[in-house]
């Protein structure tokens, strides 16, 4: 079931670069995550919710100019 958010997160890419994004809805399965600009987006990345603490692999399955859909994997 989707949940609707509206969560501060940070897209991880490699050890080193973070990008700041909202989570507009997620489930057990992926997230829709709004940012600036999705079109540097690498297929896989990860995701964290709580500063880097944990970070959840993703696939991007789908996107538009400010929003992806991403599979946890």
């Not at 050890?15 to 829709?32: E, H, K, L, Q």
């Not at 990345?45 to 993703?58: A, E, K, Q, W």
Request: charged fraction near 25%; charge should be positive; hydrophobic fraction near 40%.
């Amino acid at each position: 079931m989707r949940s609707k958010v509206l969560k501060g997160a940070k897209i991880v890419l490699g050890r080193s670069s973070v990008i700041d994004c909202v989570v507009r809805n997620v489930t057990n399965t992926g997230a829709r995550v709004e940012l600036a600009n999705t079109v540097e987006l690498p297929e896989d990345l990860g995701l964290t919710f709580d500063g880097g603490r944990s970070i959840r692999p993703c696939k991007v399955v789908w996107r538009t100019v400010t929003e992806t859909g991403v599979q946890f994997v």
